[in-house]
């Protein structure tokens, strides 16, 4: 059965720092890029940030260059979102997904909630 259990999110005040996790199982973790998307009320969903399959390439929506960094451990099936610098404007709901290149495979996580105020 797969799983993207995401974790990590929470409420924190403008310029703090979060940590996301996305724990992966049910499928070769090591072939798929991994994204994460966040999606605020009212709002399409988006992307934030991606990162190949072996960890090589990483990109990034303009909005967070420079204050988040997507990074993977492929022992561990597990992605994460360093989130620094943190705005009211990054508040939404937090997606991982994983997707196997040249496929229509596609997998989605159950959100994790990011709020940003003081």
């Known amino acids: 059965q797969v799983q993207l259990v995401e974790s990590g999110g929470g409420l924190v005040q403008p310029g703090g720092s979060l940590r996301l996790s996305c724990a992966a199982s049910?499928?070769?973790?090591?072939?798929?890029?991994m994204s994460w998307y966040r999606q605020a009320p009212g709002k399409e969903r988006e992307l934030v940030a991606g990162i190949t399959s072996a960890g090589s390439s990483t990109n990034y929506a303009d909005s967070v260059k420079g204050r988040f960094t997507i990074s993977r451990d492929n022992a561990k099936k597990t992605v994460y979102l360093q989130m620094n610098s943190l705005k009211p404007e990054d508040t939404a709901v937090y997606y991982c997904n994983a997707d196997r290149p040249w496929t229509r495979i596609n997998y989605w996580g159950q959100g994790t909630q990011v709020t940003v105020s003081s």
């Open positions: 049910g499928f070769t973790f090591s072939s798929y890029t």
